[in-house]
Nanobody, 126 residues
Framework: LPLVESGGGLVQPGGSLTLSCPAS????????VGWFRQAPGKEREPVAC????????LYPDSMKGRVTISRDNAKNTVNLQMDSLKPEDTAVYHC????????????????????WGQGTQVTVSS
């Protein structure tokens, strides 16, 4: 599989998690990458995006200050650091990659991307 997420699990409110998404078969450093999430009964929403062209990041207002997206080119991996987690952050988190896409058009709700991971479950509960 080109993208495989890991790092999800059960965490208490206020806790932190780091999700990782290594790529196989292609080099992530030329791709715009993003993290998305979908909770049961809700539509998919963007969490964070990172441009492959200029390193620009984009975070929806609801995520600003709580999440950080980063790229480790040596490991061909994109990471998502999440802090101050809330029960409403419970969802399946997916990573995605798209070649040369503008970051503004990456962090959208219904995008179709070159690569899409199967997701990792994050549950925030006491």
């Amino acid at each position: 599989l080109p993208l495989v997420e890991s790092g999800g699990g059960l965490v208490q409110p206020g806790g932190s998690l780091t999700l990782s998404c290594p790529a196989s078969g292609f080099s992530l450093d030329e791709y715009t990458v993003g993290w998305f999430r979908q909770a049961p009964g809700k539509e998919r929403e963007p969490v964070a995006c990172l441009s492959g062209e200029n390193g620009e990041t984009l975070y929806p207002d609801s995520m600003k200050g709580r999440v950080t997206i980063s790229r480790d080119n040596a490991k061909n991996t994109v990471n998502l650091q999440m802090d101050s987690l809330k029960p409403e952050d419970t969802a399946v988190y997916h990573c995605a990659a798209d070649y040369a896409r503008d970051v503004q058009f990456m962090c959208i709700k219904n995008g179709v991307y070159d690569y899409w991971g199967q997701g990792t479950q994050v549950t925030v509960s006491s």
